[in-house]
């Protein structure tokens, strides 16, 4: 069967994750394009993968009711924001403020 290639909507499982395909197919009554998207349940072995990120997977035997692919390899990693702390930011020298009141 063939690989699917797709982005990692859930990982909240023990070592599994949740993958959404995107796929296009053209409307022949109003000649554009129509955006379907599936999500398939994929096993991720060694629990590497975060949301956002970009995984192969490939089909295999059933791994349970729903699991039915695995994690081939992870194409690209998801940045992910980690806002600075309050001790970082008092270390800079920066003035932290409390935002205004709305009472009067």
């Known amino acids: 069967m063939k690989s699917l290639v797709g982005i990692v909507v859930s990982n ?3 070592k599994s994750v949740v993958v959404a395909v995107d796929r296009l197919f053209h409307n022949k009554l109003y000649s554009g394009y ?6 398939f349940m994929a096993h991720d072995k060694n629990n590497q993968c975060n949301i956002g990120d970009r995984v192969k997977l490939d089909a295999s035997r059933p791994l349970s009711k729903r699991k039915h ?5 992870i194409l690209k990693k ?4 980690s806002p600075p702390s309050v001790d ?4 800079e020298g920066i003035k932290v403020e409390a935002p205004p009141s709305l009472t009067s």
């Open 12 to 14: 909240k499982m023990q």
């Open 69 to 73: 692919w695995v994690v081939a390899e």
């Open 78 to 81: 998801a940045r992910i924001y």
């Open 34 to 39: 129509i955006k379907r998207t599936s999500k």
């Open 88 to 91: 970082a930011v008092a270390n």
